[in-house]
């Protein structure tokens, strides 16, 4: 099975919070990352928390992490249009060269 | 700053032709990745080089499919000959070491 899940899809209504959850099955990861992927583009980078932290935010995005459940979250606090993506999580070893990406969260944002 | 620069951004071809897709990576970075992005597999980690090295090429699906790094700022991805199966985006990506990756735009290619 896949060594990252997320759910397929979430819908929000604009203004409203999002919360994209992710789990990972390796408990050596040492990075876990959210990426933003937009109609015909590449993966943004969104945020990186390190294993040994349990929380990071950054403006609208707070990141939360439960290494015991092994369970990653983002939150998106009034979510708008332009957060309509799709997002990845990912988590990898410390040299960042094997990363393992989930298949991705489709977020849609209703006005 | 000039991101992963990718061309060509779509290509089209037909099968049995061949297909190159370059690279030019974040000036600095030592890390370079080729990814396969389907709607059937997601993102797939087809080969990556460490100082112009190949490292890892399990991901690589055959021997149609081929890598090279001829020096830091640029690398190509070869599918020779190309068949419809192969059509996806591509996606390279680099890093410097223990930094997160970073992507570049995708080349969208379809293989009639």
């Known amino acids: 099975g896949e060594d990252v899940e997320q759910s397929l899809f979430l819908s929000v209504r604009e203004g409203d919070s999002s919360v994209i959850n992710c789990t990972y099955t390796?408990?050596?990861?040492?990075?876990l990352y959210w990426y933003k992927q937009e109609p015909g583009a590449g993966l943004q980078l969104l945020t990186y928390i390190f294993s040994n932290m349990d929380m990071k935010q950054d403006q609208r995005l707070t990141v939360l992490l439960n290494k015991k459940d092994k369970h990653l979250s983002l939150r998106i606090a009034d979510t708008q249009t332009g957060d309509s993506a799709i997002y990845f999580c990912a988590e990898s070893y410390e040299n960042n060269n094997d990363m393992r990406f989930g298949a991705g969260t489709r977020l849609t944002v209703k006005p | 700053d000039a991101g992963v620069i990718q061309s060509p951004r779509h290509e089209v071809t037909e099968m049995g032709q061949e297909v190159t897709l370059r690279c030019k990576p974040i000036?600095?970075?030592?890390?370079l990745f080729w990814y396969r992005q389907t709607m059937m597999r997601g993102l797939e980690l087809l080969i990556y080089?460490?100082?112009?090295?190949?490292?890892?090429d399990s991901g690589m699906p055959e021997d149609r499919f081929s890598a090279k790094m001829p020096n830091a700022s640029f690398s190509t991805l070869k599918i020779q000959p190309s068949e419809p199966r192969d059509s996806a985006v591509y996606f390279c990506?680099?890093?410097?070491?223990?930094?997160?990756?970073?992507f570049g735009d995708g080349t969208r290619l379809s293989i009639l």
């Open positions: 080089f460490n100082n112009n090295v190949p490292i890892d």
């Open positions: 390796d408990s050596s990861s040492t990075y």
């Open positions: 000036s600095g970075h030592n890390s």
């Open positions: 990506a680099s890093s410097l070491t223990g930094q997160p990756q970073h």
